[in-house]
């Protein structure tokens, strides 16, 4: 898993070679390009996945609703088939899998197909049953993951299905600025991450003070309410701790009732256009004697000055500061498993490919 995590500048490179030319700010993702105009034409996106994958459909859901201006809806696929939810010819519906091969997401598949929508795979494993039974799709080429936990297919889908927004809008003149802005923060992502990942030492202390705890509780809003359910996610999946992602905005609405100064607490609070709603969250936190660590901006001193306990990483464009912010507690939860024993590539009972429903 460690190799996995150190691997992320390289695979993001890999998902986005060939496909993303920045001298003239074009995005071509080969797998689609033949049905690029009928999803134009759709009425709204579903992104139907499980667990990790279904989180990168959480972190872009926003980029692609401001890209495409289309609803888009994020299902988790075991609830999708539960709910028998009303699916149309003009819907487009993606299932994203690392394996390609996850029971519920392709029953889901077949659930689409069989009401006519436009079906598009986004897997790491080509000749998947996804992959051949979709209508069309793209390959993450992250290569091979081998731990249970996912990490880099992680951000690889997330780059993929951020590029295919900015493929989506390439005729609209009102979205060139901020589709300029967006590919010129893909070009710096691989060296924002190696940036991020020379922090291993930092989170490696961090990880000694916490691996004693029961709980750990992970705060955010805006593009980081998905980093807050992957990073509880991974920690609950190596560590075997109880951990929780929450929706800042839904604080005073139950989960405050959990802080005291005994309570880990981990916020993320970056400079995009929530950054006041979640200062007033820290504030919350504390003014309950909550001592929260605080991933935030290198360059928010604001936050640095305020806050005893921060992670700093790198800016960003807003749409991708959650591959950045990510990464921190994915090597968290890998040194909080090494820390508590436990082995971090095979954690108890759980598969790297779910293929039972």
């Known amino acids: 898993m460690q190799k996995e995590i ?109 009401r006519g929508a436009l079906t598009v795979g986004i897997t790491n494993t080509v000749g998947s049953s996804i992959s051949r039974e979709t209508d069309c799709g793209v390959h993450i080429n992250a290569g091979p993951e081998i731990g249970v936990a996912s990490t880099k297919a992680y951000t690889s889908q997330f780059v993929s299905l951020v590029m295919f927004a900015l493929m989506m809008c390439d005729d609209r003149i009102s979205m060139q600025e901020r589709r300029k802005e967006i590919m010129l923060g893909l070009k710096r992502l691989p060296d924002l991450i190696k940036e991020v990942l ?11 003070e916490l691996y004693h705890q029961k709980s750990v509780l992970i705060m955010g809003r805006g593009y980081h309410y998905a980093t ?13 701790m109880h951990s929780e992602g929450i ?44 001592r929260p660590v605080v991933i935030c ?24 500061q959650g591959i950045l912010s990510v990464i921190p507690l994915q090597l968290l939860a890998f040194h909080l498993a090494v820390l508590r024993g436990y082995d971090v590539d095979f954690p108890r009972n759980l598969a790297k490919s779910v293929t039972v429903e």
Request: hydrophobic share 35%.
């Open 6 to 114: 150190f691997e992320q500048p390289e695979s993001v490179v890999n998902t986005m070679r060939g496909r993303v030319n920045f001298d003239d700010y074009t995005v071509n993702l080969g797998g689609l390009k033949d049905h690029i105009k009928e999803i134009q034409r759709c009425r709204r996106l579903i992104l139907i996945a499980c667990g990790t994958s279904y989180h990168a459909g959480v972190a872009t859901r926003q980029v692609l609703e401001e890209l495409t201006e289309l609803p888009v809806m994020v299902e988790l696929a075991s609830d999708f088939l539960d709910r028998n939810t009303p699916v149309f010819r003009d819907d487009v519906c993606f299932f994203i899998s690392q394996s390609g091969e996850t029971a519920d997401t392709l029953m889901g598949l077949r659930y689409c197909k069989e």
């Open 198 to 208: 020379s922090m291993d030492d930092e989170i490696q202390k961090l990880a000694t």
């Open 228 to 240: 807050c359910l992957e990073g509880a996610l991974k920690i609950k999946e190596i560590t075997y």
């Open 247 to 290: 929706l800042a905005g839904e604080l005073k609405h139950g989960p405050l009732a959990l802080v005291d100064k005994l309570m880990p607490v981990i916020m993320i609070i970056m400079r995009d256009h929530t950054y006041a709603k979640c200062q007033n969250a820290l504030q919350q936190v504390v003014a309950r004697q909550g």
């Open 297 to 320: 901006d290198k360059e928010d001193t604001e936050t640095i000055k305020n806050t005893k306990r921060t992670i700093k990483v790198p800016h960003s464009v807003d749409c991708l």
